[in-house]
Every structure is written in structure tokens, then in C-alpha cells.
């Protein structure tokens, strides 16, 4: 979901759903993938710029011996071009 916060100014929100493939050493795992995420972009024209963050939670974090499983949170910047 995006809020506009100014004319050139969006925030983001929402949940997504993924399936997780895991290989560690011999052995390999997989499970569903929940998140929850947020994003901030600012519009120029056709351009954007902009970040987002995430945080993974999976079904069975399981993924080895020693491991703190396969959750995990994940930060990206954003440059890009609006088709529309």
C-alpha cells in the first residue's frame, strides 16, 4: 500500500508471502516465507529514488546445526523509472 505524504513523496507498507530454499553444507530445506515491509520514494518525472526495508519470518527456520535459522531482515535502495 502507498500513502502519498507530498506531491513527490510516497510511503509504502504491506505483508508479502515467498517460498525459501535453503542449503547449508549437506543439508537442505524448504519452507514458506512471511514479511512485513515499508518504503520510502521520492518522484522526479518519470524517476524515482528511494528505500525499503523487510523482515523475513520463515515456517521452519531449521536450516542446520549451529544456525540461527533462515529469518532475517533485509534493507535495498531504490533507483528507477516510472512506465506509467
Known amino acids: 500500500y ?3 505524504v507530498s506531491e513527490k513523496v510516497k510511503a509504502g507498507f ?5 517460498y ?3 542449503e547449508i553444507a549437506d ?10 515491509g515499508a518504503s520510502l520514494h521520492y518522484n522526479y518525472e518519470k524517476y524515482f529514488v528511494g ?3 523487510r523482515y523475513q519470518f ?4 531449521d536450516v542446520g546445526a549451529g544456525n540461527n535459522g533462515a529469518e532475517n531482515w533485509r534493507a535495498l535502495l531504490k533507483v ?3 512506465f506509467y
Open 80 to 82: 528507477g523509472y516510472n
Open 51 to 53: 528505500g525499503e526495508a
Open 14 to 18: 504491506g505483508p508479502g508471502i515467498g
Open 58 to 61: 520463515t515456517q521452519g527456520s
Open 2 to 4: 502507498r500513502i502519498a
Open 27 to 36: 543439508k537442505t530445506t524448504n519452507m514458506l516465507a512471511g514479511q512485513l
Open 20 to 22: 525459501v530454499r535453503s
